[in-house]
C-alpha cells in the first residue's frame, strides 16, 4: 500500500498540519479523527487495515487529518461563541487549505468523500451540510450533533447555530443545498449499546429532518451490543464501503 507522511503550513491556523496518505488512486476520503485525535489515529486503531481491500483495488484513498478539538469544542475555558470561532477557522484550513493540498496530490478535481467516527463523525457531517459542492459522499459512524452537548444551551449564536447539524438542518431551505444533499450519498450509523446515548436524539432529529425534506440518505441503527468503539467502527467502515463500491 501506497503510504506518505505529509504536512503543510496552514495560515488560517498558523501552524503546521500533518496528515497522512493511504493510497495512490480512487476517491480520496478525508478522515476527521475522533475527539483531540491525530492524523496517526485512523492508522494506529486499525481502520487502515479494515479498509485495505478497497485501498489496494484502487477505489479509495485516505487522508487522515490531524484536529483542533482541544482549542475548539473541547476547551471548557472558552465560551460556546469562542469555541465556534475555533472550529470555523479549523473548517477554512480544510476547505482552503487541506482540499486544494489533496486535489495537488492527486489529481482528483470530482467531490470528495468525508467520514469520522464519534467527533469525527460531527466534523464530516457537519462540514458535509455546509460544503456539499465539496463533499459528495459521507460516512459519520456514532456522532453527536448537537453542539448543545460542547458547550450547553447556546441561545440565539448563529456561529453555534451554524454548525450544530440536528438544529440548522431543519432551517436549511436553500434550494441549492438541498438540492446538493439529495445528490448525495449520505450514510449516518449509530449503534444502540454501551456510549452510544449521547448521540442518539440527534441522530434521530437528523434522520426526521431529512425524511421530511425529501433527502435521501441511510440512517443505519445498529443493535444494542454494538458499542461506541473501534472493533464496531471497524467493522461498519468497509461494510459501508461495500456498499458505495460494490
Known amino acids: 500500500m501506497h503510504v506518505e507522511n505529509l504536512s503543510q503550513w496552514s495560515g488560517e491556523l498558523n501552524r503546521e498540519m500533518y496528515l497522512n496518505r493511504y493510497g495512490n488512486a480512487g476517491l480520496p476520503v478525508v478522515v476527521f479523527p475522533s475527539t483531540g485525535g491525530t492524523h496517526n489515529e485512523y492508522f494506529d486503531f486499525g481502520m487502515i487495515d479494515a479498509c485495505k481491500d478497497y485501498i489496494n483495488a484502487g477505489l479509495v484513498q485516505f487522508f487522515t487529518l490531524q484536529s483542533v478539538d482541544n482549542e475548539s469544542w473541547e476547551c471548557e475555558w472558552k465560551s460556546g461563541h469562542d469555541r465556534a470561532q475555533m472550529h470555523r477557522a479549523y473548517e477554512r484550513y480544510v476547505i482552503n487549505e487541506a482540499v486544494p493540498f ?138 459501508f464501503l461495500g456498499k458505495l463500491f460494490l
Open 102 to 239: 489533496i486535489k495537488h496530490k492527486t489529481n482528483w478535481f470530482d467531490p470528495f468523500m468525508a467520514t469520522g467516527c464519534s467527533m469525527g463523525a460531527y466534523h464530516s457531517f457537519n462540514i458535509f451540510l455546509q460544503h456539499p459542492d465539496v463533499f459528495q459522499k459521507v460516512v459519520a459512524l456514532s456522532g453527536v450533533y448537537d453542539v448543545r452537548f460542547f458547550v450547553g444551551e447556546y441561545g440565539d449564536d448563529e456561529a453555534l447555530f451554524s454548525n450544530s447539524p440536528s438544529d440548522n438542518i431543519w432551517h436549511q431551505n436553500d434550494a441549492w443545498f438541498i438540492d446538493k444533499y439529495r445528490s448525495a450519498d449520505v450514510i449516518v450509523c449509530t449503534g444502540l449499546g454501551p456510549w452510544e446515548q449521547d448521540g442518539l436524539d440527534s441522530f434521530f432529529s437528523l434522520r426526521k429532518a431529512f425524511e421530511e425534506k425529501n433527502i435521501p440518505a441511510w440512517f443505519d441503527v445498529w443493535g444494542e451490543d454494538v458499542a461506541h468503539d473501534w472493533d464496531w467502527w471497524r467493522i461498519q467502515m468497509p461494510y
